[in-house]
């Protein structure tokens, strides 16, 4: 069975420091992806990243990095220079990729993590 | 423009009135499903479609029920609505077999009563 944690809840900053969250992952499967989604208050899904589990290589886009680490099954995400419209729930996903598994097509989610920046 | 839209956005009904909440999208997509979102809990998938007349349970299927007549659309429908379904709803959508990336709705804000 598929399994994403995000063991912290919330977490708070000040407006230009960095923030890491968590993602730790769990899978019987070979081939995978792994996803991030940023959720603003406004309730809508952001697509941010989607990484399949053949590609270790590091992203970076703007003040965005993710760290994939299939040794630990981590999927970590870095937000670097925090500013306010950062403030949202962000949450790690993951789908397997073979047809036979009984999740095969459905986005298993973690519980997200809330992030809060103050000015 | 490519997208998936639930209707309504927001719902506040009473126990045990029928309701349905429609899903439609225009990418001519053969998956659909539904996730309801509570907090922990993160998304859970309420059920799935994949392609036409094909229809199956998800991690939470009680209390709900879907239809996939035609591609496009993917009715929830909450025969008899509790309390315990209050909840945010997303519709989303998926390509093919091997297309990966999901297509979400905006959500459904419901409030049972």
């Known amino acids: 069975a598929q399994k994403v944690t995000q063991a912290q809840t919330e977490i708070s900053v000040v407006e230009k420091e960095d923030v890491t969250l968590d993602c730790v992952y769990e899978?019987?499967?070979?081939?995978?992806?792994l996803f991030w989604y940023k959720q603003p208050p406004s309730g809508e899904l952001v697509f941010l990243i989607r990484?399949?589990?053949?590609?270790?290589q590091n992203e970076i886009s703007g003040r965005y990095s993710w760290n994939f680490q299939k040794s630990t099954s981590s999927f970590n995400f870095t937000i670097t220079a925090s500013q306010v419209v950062d403030s949202a729930v962000y949450f790690c996903?993951?789908?397997?990729?073979?047809?036979?598994?009984?999740?095969?097509?459905?986005?298993?989610f973690g519980a997200g993590t809330q992030v809060v920046v103050t000015p | 423009e490519a997208q998936v839209t639930q209707n309504p956005r927001y719902l506040i009904t009473v126990t045990g009135k029928k309701l349905t909440v429609t899903c439609s999208q225009n990418?001519?997509?053969?998956?659909m499903s539904w996730y309801r979102q509570d907090p922990g809990l993160g998304l859970r998938q309420i059920y799935y479609?994949?392609?036409?007349?094909?229809?199956d349970k998800g991690d939470v299927p009680e209390g709900y029920k879907v239809s996939r007549k035609e591609k496009r659309n993917f009715p929830l429908i909450l025969e008899s609505p509790s309390p315990n379904q209050t909840s945010l709803y997303f519709c989303?959508?998926?390509?093919?077999?091997?297309?990966?990336?999901?297509?979400f709705g905006p959500g459904t804000r419901l409030t049972v009563t």
């Open positions: 989303a959508s998926r390509g093919t077999v091997f297309s990966y990336e999901q297509y």
């Open positions: 899978t019987r499967d070979t081939t995978y992806y």
């Open positions: 990484r399949n589990s053949f590609d270790e």
């Open positions: 996903a993951l789908s397997e990729a073979a047809l036979t598994t009984d999740s095969w097509g459905k986005l298993q």
């Open positions: 990418m001519n997509h053969e998956y």
């Open positions: 479609s994949m392609n036409v007349e094909v229809t």
